[in-house]
């Protein structure tokens, strides 16, 4: 524990301006991000007496060992650099929240030449439109199904597309009138462009004009005796007016506004939003974030706002944000806001009428969210620490392993050979912390030797940052250990170039496991222990889960620990071991992939994916590409003299493949490949 006093700023040597401050530990890590506008005023509050420091704040600055701060021009500068560093630095005394699940959006590709009306989760793209969030993917598609009718509007994927576009048959929805068929030239790209564009502003608010449009139609239809077209209006008028139902009017004004509510206790806090779009709410989602740094509910909502809308642009921030409470500085919050919407933005708390009262409903919404994720943390956490004490007591460890690491291998016939590493902290997955190998020190297949291997190199960079760090001073390496391999060897991994500079950023392999899982019996347990005792390493335990009987082998024991079927410490082991498995067979087969995706032109230095393309369309497959001349591939736009030397040679040292066989017929099939060759 530092005594603040140690790294306090000399008297005058803190500006009197706004700016970004940052706290870090003694391992140079960020432990804490905050702006203010008066930098002096604001790091003296942190440099008082402890005893008037509330909790958390005194675990922030007992914890850090030295302060820095950046000065910016005005408050929104300030508000920007401060959401830059909390997501670059991820510091572990800032509010930080999570979503409760991954929401689902309505989206329409308009970036694409036939816009495709989809669900779609994830990170925002470019050129897409988006509405929602919705709570459950099957609420978009009802209303998605509904609307059809009116907007028949493509839905379905490429490469179903490309199919009906071959074949000049389109699919069930083109036959029942729900798609406009542009798949088969049914409608033109322009006219199929403007029914997209009159989905989306349906969906924005602008209803009134389509449904009188639509009732016009109807009755004018009736009028000269087309009946049947006239109940077909009639029809996509009461399918337009059930999507509506979907989502009541709740502002009679048609405002579009998101409204933010906070329901909090002393170690958690809720966040629930309202995303109303023409006076209607299209869109609910929360957030749940534990209270690490003394914040109120001013400070939450301001977290919240950055979280929000520090990604969004344009439309996607509302003119207008209610809040239960305003942030410290409101004016260049709006400021910020108004920078990334591009116009005006209203920041206030509801005072009267039909705002305040869904307002309201929000807030009822956070306190619900709030004591469901209590109800749930608790049970989930008894469970947990339960399971977690039980291997703690079957393996006979000291206290419960906080921090499992589980290790598995994986291979096709000794080919592709890779391991993974997952990480489970307090029980839960912790994907952040995954890291994948390549088997680099020999060839084939040799399980025990890869688990030995891995091993090794994955605790050689634990002790290698221990000593970068100052955490471990010992520099003469224990008896028998294995050298460290040079910066240049690496492991191959996609880690192997990571930043060595003292820049805050959490390290990689920083953190030691209290027990090392792998997946398999005595052997590959043997090779782990003997890999961690060459780097001498006693304080982490190693113990193997065995796929035959779900055994667990530990070290030097000649016979297995036997959990019972209803343990929840086998359950919780049995979720590692299957995690790293997946995890590791998820990337040899992607490496298999790449293998045989694999062309004789990717040995070519300097030719990369354009003008592979442009190669193999000029020729129309590597086979004929092989036997043109240096001057035939010189004809190719892009292709000088030397790189079709380069191309040449290459392909003129490959090995011909066999000729591929009809086993039906015998006979020999001429190749006339795209140029995926292996």
């Known amino acids: 524990m530092a005594d603040p006093s140690s790294y306090r700023p000399k008297p005058g040597q803190i500006p009197d301006s706004p700016g970004v401050y940052r706290f870090r530990d003694e391992h140079r890590r960020v432990i804490y991000v905050g702006k203010a506008k008066s930098l002096r005023q604001r790091l003296a509050n942190y440099f008082q007496d402890l005893a008037g420091l509330h909790p958390r704040t005194r675990t922030m600055v007992t914890t850090a060992a030295s302060v820095e701060w950046t000065v910016v021009a005005t408050e929104v500068e300030a508000l920007q650099l401060e959401y830059s560093w909390i997501k670059e630095f991820d510091p572990r005394f800032n509010v930080k929240y999570r979503d409760d699940k991954s ?13 495709r009306v989809q669900v779609m989760r994830g990170a925002k793209k470019k050129g897409v439109r988006y509405f929602g969030p919705y709570g459950h993917a099957w609420a978009i598609r009802e209303t998605v199904d509904l609307m059809l009718r009116v907007f028949p509007v493509r839905t379905c994927s490429a490469g179903v597309f490309k199919n009906a576009a071959r074949t000049g048959r389109p699919c069930l929805l083109g036959y029942i009138g729900k798609c406009s068929a542009p798949c088969v030239g049914r409608v033109s790209p322009e006219e199929h462009r403007e029914l997209a564009e009159d989905f989306c502003d349906f969906m924005a608010g602008r209803t009134g004009t389509y449904i009188r449009r639509l009732e016009k139609d109807m ?12 109940a077909r209006l009639r029809d996509d008028v009461e399918a337009l007016k059930r999507a509506m139902e979907k989502s009541a009017v709740v502002l009679a004004d048609a405002t579009d506004a998101d409204l933010i509510a906070v329901a909090e206790d002393e170690l958690e806090a809720a966040v629930q939003i309202f995303h109303v779009r023409g006076g209607r709410v299209r869109g609910q989602r929360g957030w749940v974030t534990d209270k690490v740094e003394a914040v109120d509910t001013a400070g939450l909502v301001e977290h ?6 520090g990604e969004e642009t344009g439309d996607s921030v509302p003119k207008e944000v209610l809040v239960p409470a305003l ?56 469970t947990r620490s339960r399971a977690l004490e039980e291997i703690a007591e079957a393996l006979g460890l000291d206290t419960a392993p906080l921090r499992i690491e589980c290790f598995d291998i994986s291979h096709l016939q000794g080919d592709d050979v890779v391991a993974s590493m997952v990480v489970f902290e307090d029980g839960l997955a912790r994907k952040s912390e995954y890291r994948r190998f390549q088997i680099k020190g020999f060839e084939g297949q040799d399980d025990v030797r890869s688990m030995h291997e891995v091993i090794s190199r994955r605790f050689r ?15 003469p390496a224990p008896s028998g250990a294995v050298p460290a391999p040079d910066a240049a060897a690496g492991d191959g991994d996609p880690f192997d170039n990571e930043p060595r500079e003292d820049d805050g950023r959490p390290k990689r392999f920083a953190y030691p496991p209290q027990l090392v899982v792998v997946d398999g019996g005595q052997p590959q347990v043997a090779a782990a222990k003997r890999a961690l005792d060459e780097l001498g390493i ?10 035959r009987l779900e055994e667990v082998w530990l070290p030097d ?27 590791a067979i998820t990337y040899q087969r992607a490496k298999r992939a790449k293998r045989i995706r694999s062309s004789p032109l990717d040995a070519v230095s300097g030719l990369g994916e354009t003008r592979k393309q442009a190669l193999i369309k000029h020729f129309g497959s590597v086979k004929k590409l092989k036997q043109a001349t240096i001057d035939e591939i010189c004809e190719v736009p892009g292709i000088g003299r030397r790189t079709a030397e380069s191309v040449a040679v290459a392909l003129a040292s490959t090995t011909p493949a066999a000729p591929a066989v009809n086993t039906a017929t015998g006979e020999i099939i001429e190749e006339d490949d795209g140029g995926s060759t292996s």
């Not at 929401?103 to 816009?115: C, F, K, S």
């Not at 004018?220 to 087309?226: F, I, R, S, V, Y």
């Not at 919240?304 to 809308?309: D, I, N, P, V």
């Not at 410290?328 to 910020?336: K, N």
């Open 103 to 115: 929401y689902p959006y309505l989206a329409v590709t308009l970036n694409e030449e036939y816009p």
């Open 219 to 230: 009755m004018a239809a009736a009028e000269d005796m087309e009946y049947e077209r006239a």
């Open 304 to 309: 919240a706002l950055q979280q929000l809308y």
């Open 327 to 382: 942030p410290e500085d409101p004016e260049a919050v709006s400021q910020w806001l108004a920078g990334r919407r591009g116009s005006q933005v209203s920041l206030r708390i509801p005072q009267r009428g039909d705002k305040k009262n869904l307002m309201v409903t929000v807030q009822r919404n956070a306190q619900q969210a709030l004591g469901l994720h209590k109800t749930k943390r608790a049970s989930d956490l008894t």
């Open 461 to 475: 960079r634990y002790l290698q940052e221990k000593e970068r760090t100052g955490e471990w001073e010992e520099s």
């Open 538 to 547: 006693d304080d982490i335990a190693v113990c193997g889960l065995a796929k």
């Open 557 to 583: 024991d000649d016979d297995p620990v036997v959990l019972p079927r209803s343990s929840e410490g086998l359950y919780l082991l049995q979720r590692v071991r299957d995690e790293a498995h997946r995890f």
